[in-house]
């Protein structure tokens, strides 16, 4: 709801708890009881309502699914109740264990959901008590002290608190809020009467009365908006929704076809026409293609767990590989976000501080009276554990201040809070005498200053060139990407009293000193960026910080080495789209300064509108709309909030840069295990389909060298292990040297499907064909001679179709060796460096010889076990598949190897061309 504005603070309060229909001690349970069944739970929401029935219901309807369902329909139109069974268990088995592997992955990351505090202080019944969070209505009361986390937005009653509202805006320092303060023309962030569901109290105590809970809250705004930012899908899940649409038109196709060529010209009759239809539509489906895809991809996801990186969809470890351009936060991503003061300059000049042990020597009187007012100016302390809390920037400061000189003794009269428009704050405190305190931003502080403090401890003017001085010290260090605080204080005339405003009491000051903050750097991000620089991805800083900071940080990481264009958030703002396509298109080093979470979703708008795969990291809630629009939307899990971690594809456990270029080399390594088994499931097709294509074009006087079943035992049962182990593959030497892919590049191509379906998948089938014709031959057979179950070669014609069944699988076995690499020898890898491959082989042969032996499994799929012969026969099998694949290898290798350098004189010309490294090269950080 939106609240009503008056003049006065008391009459406005009387108006907001009239039309709350509340009062000062808030609201009696069993009324709380009745609001609560009307406006909800007080927790995020998802808009829709549960999701998993839509997500269950795709799983059945996906296009491969859909041809698999009309192949069923076809066995059931004509009375084969087996086969189109077995095809709808096989739907089933396929829907359910790729449903059930993406709520896994989702649950992962849900688990890590925990923004709004479990429990509150209200009163309830006239008497404060604590309550669940979720049960918090409007007309609560509640009591908020320091450290607590807000869990609705109200507006104070009494009392005043500082706030961090980085959850929602973005801004690190926080912010005063009173119940004193009324404002009526400013937006309803920027009132300092209210505080929000979401944020935190750094400091203060206070009551407040809650207006709006769930999702009516100013973070449930955010997050409702930001589910109306449409993610696309991944390139992967794109191209092969493509291939599968692909796959059922010829499939359909080839269907439609051959079925009256099969009853006309070949003479089949209507029920073997039907079945040689769903023979054909049946080996045309890779039935192990998304099951397996889903399963190596999860296992890609917990990889990435295991590494600080919880991934929400399967998908995005694909996108993760093809990834281009990183847009990385500074604070805490390539930082420590952990402030420490390293030193400070006065009048005496340049003082290292060690802020783990107390400074070394007696301090002067110029550095007693600069650390006593660092100390009294900061809103940090102690807890009862020893422990210190409060801003990053005041637990640093005061840090320093104690390695000076110790503690502090003092007593607070008034504090004017740090405003983010001043950049300063001020207290007014007492011990020898009342003294004003002042600590900010140098260019703030430094002009309320009359005089400094000199090197005997007496205030001396301040002068335009020592001011100069200054302002050079300040940008210098800043470029060395220190944070510099301006102090000062003023003592007051004895009598006099304290000042009640801010002008007053920020005048006549006297410079004490400059301290340097600095934020080092994770000292893991260098070799990571360098990573990133070498695999052919762009990073680009957008930070809400100074950018003479950022681009110190940046080249202290090594993300920029010249001088890099720093654009701030007004020029952004000023810039039209193409004036930011033709920035973001050029080769400068780019840092984004003093950034919104606005300024981040234009930019990964234009990044993707020019064909980059963007990944973009956030943390604040006003950071969902950006990490949706990303390909790769990145969530800190430590410092980041529950919105910006449901609208993430991926949060970072450690919140470090260096995972992010470890999850980008998973990525690849997932994109390319990916198209290996999809390469090995493909070369699959063609020995499939073989069988009834010489069945169809004989007019049946071969008989069928294949059964459905037996197809479908060869499609699910012994191709599924391999195909996972092959998702296990380590990444191959110099996966992080190449360029990134095209958004636009297939994951299937041309070549591979030559080779899979023309080269392998030949072969594969004429030596299953070559085992079913010796065995038929062997028995006399003929072709047009009867195999049926009364003629005397039905025997025979078992002992065929199973050692075709058998051939397959020894075909299939070589075709997993032939596809852990597609240029290099299996020997420069390793034959045994996949045990898993290994165990799945061997599981791959069990199934097959309890399909051939055990009677079960004979009467069920229809196999007769073969002869000791018969199954010598298929033993070669794997050694020629992998070696005539082998072979190809090698003479492509051949072909394409380089040519020995040639001895010759060097000449100006050669001279004149650029060398690999020089700075032409450099210059572009690849």
Known sequence: MSLPRAVEPTAHLDLVLRDLRSTRSGLSSREAARRLLHAGPNALRRRGGPRWPRELARQFTHPLALLLWAAAGLAFSVGIVTIGTAIIAVIALNAAFAFAQERHAEHAVEALAAFIPQHAKAFRDGRESEVEATELVPGDVLVIAEGDRISADARLIDGAIQVDMSALTGESAPVNRSADLLDTQVPLLDARDIVFSGTTCAQGEARALVFATGMDTELGRIASLSERVHADESPLEHQVRRVAWLIALISVLLGVAFIPIATFAAGLSLLNAVIFAVGLLVGNVPEGLLPVITLALAIGVRRLAERGAVVKRLSAVETLGSTDVICTDKTGTLTENRMRATEVHTALGRVDIDGETNYRTTPSAPLRRLATAMAACNNAHVTDDGTLVGD???????????????????????????????????????????????????????????????????????????????????????????????????????????????????????????????DPPRPEVAAA???????????????????????AVARRVGIVHGDPVIVTGSELARMSEDELDQLLSSPAELIFARSSPEAKLRIADALRATGHVVAMTGDGANDAPALRRADIGIAMGRSGTDVAREASTMVLTDDNFATIAAAVEAGRRGYDNIRKFIFYIFAHATPEVVPFLVFALSGGAVPLPLTVPLLLSFDVGTETLPALALGRESAEPGIMTRPPRRRSEPVIRAPMLIRAWLFLGVICAVLALLGFFAVLLSAGWRPGAPTGPASPLHHAYGQAVTTMFAGMVAGQIGTAFAARTEHASLRSIGVFSNPMLLWGIGFEIALTGAILYLPPLQYLLGTTAPAPWMVALVVPFPVIVWGADELRRWLIRRSTAPEPPRTRARTHQDESRPRAGSASHRATGR
């Open 392 to 518: 990053a920037t005041d637990v640093a400061v005061l840090v320093a201040a104690h390695a000076l000189v110790g503690s502090h003794h003092g007593n607070r009269l008034r504090q004017f809070a740090f405003d983010s428009v001043r950049k300063r704050m001020s207290t007014i405190d007492e011990s020898d005498a009342i003294w004003v305190h002042v600590k900010g931003a140098p260019e703030s502080v430094l002009p309320l200053c009359v005089t400094e403090l000199s090197r005997g401890a007496d205030p001396i003017p301040l002068t335009d060139q020592r001011r100069t001085e200054l302002a050079e010290l300040v940008d210098a260090r800043a470029t060395e990407g220190f944070r510099m605080l301006a102090v000062a204080d003023r003592r007051l005339i004895p009598g006099e009293p304290p000042p009640r405003d801010i002008d007053s009491a920020e005048s006549r000051l006297t410079l004490l000193g400059l301290v340097a903050i600095v």
């Open 529 to 551: 960026v360098a990573r990133c620089h070498t695999a052919g991805i762009r990073v680009i800083v957008i930070t809400g910080d100074h950018g003479l900071t950022a681009a």
